[in-house]
C-alpha cells in the first residue's frame, strides 16, 4: 500500500503467509513494471492468483492469472507378457518367431498427466495411452505374431507431459529364437 507515499518501492506489500510461506513477493522494477515472484515453486502452488491495486484517487484494479504449475513425470518401466509382467529392459527374449507379445509402458506421475508412447526409430508406433491409478498411465503396444525380422528391433517408450521439461524414455531390443 503506497497510497500515503509518493513512493511505490517504499509501500506496504501484503501477502498471505500461511498460504505462501514467504515465498511471494511483489518485486517492482520500475513504474509500471511490477510483479508477483514465487520461490521454490511447488505443485499446490497452482491456481488462480488475484492482484489488485488500490490509487488514492483512481478507482480500484484488479487482475487475475491462472497459474498451471508443471511436473515432470517421476518414474518409468516396461513390462512384458511373456515374463508375466515382471520388468523388462534392454535385450528381452528370446521369443519364438510367431508368438504374440504385448509391452506395457507404465508412467507414475506428472501434472499434467503424460502423453506415453511406443516409438521405433523416429516412427511412432502407438500413442494411445490408458489411466490405470490416479498416479500411473500407461500404453500396451502389441506385436502381432514375431518373426525374424523383429530380432534387434529396438523399441522405445516416451512419457512427456511438456514441452518446457525432458520427456522421460526407456528403450527395449527384442531378440528371437
Known amino acids: 500500500d503506497a497510497r500515503e507515499s509518493s513512493n511505490l518501492y517504499s509501500g506496504k506489500h501484503w501477502a498471505d503467509s500461511e498460504q505462501l510461506d514467504r515465498r511471494a513477493n511483489l518485486q517492482v522494477r520500475r513504474p509500471g513494471q511490477q510483479g508477483l515472484y514465487l520461490s ?11 492482484c489488485r491495486v488500490d490509487f ?5 484494479r484488479n487482475a487475475r492469472i491462472i ?3 508443471i511436473v515432470p513425470p517421476r518414474h518409468i518401466l516396461v513390462t512384458s507378457s511373456w515374463e508375466e509382467g515382471r520388468i523388462v529392459s534392454g535385450r528381452i527374449g528370446p521369443y519364438p518367431e510367431g508368438a504374440d507379445l504385448t509391452l506395457a509402458c507404465q508412467v507414475t506421475g506428472g501434472s499434467p498427466r503424460p502423453s506415453v508412447t511406443w516409438w521405433q526409430g523416429a516412427s511412432l508406433m502407438d500413442d494411445v495411452s490408458e489411466v490405470t491409478t490416479e ?15 523383429d530380432l534387434f528391433r529396438k523399441l522405445t517408450c516416451l512419457a512427456a507431459n511438456s514441452n518446457l521439461t525432458a ?5 527395449v531390443s527384442l531378440d528371437i529364437a
Not at 521454490?40 to 488475484?50: C, I, M, N, P, V
Request: net charge neutral; no cysteine.
Open 40 to 50: 521454490r515453486l511447488t505443485e499446490d502452488d497452482a491456481g488462480e492468483y488475484r
Open 56 to 60: 488514492k484517487s483512481s478507482p480500484t
Open 67 to 69: 497459474l498451471e504449475i
Open 135 to 149: 498416479q500411473v498411465t500407461r500404453n500396451l503396444l502389441r506385436l502381432p505374431r514375431l518373426t525374424g525380422d
Open 167 to 171: 520427456p522421460l524414455s526407456t528403450a
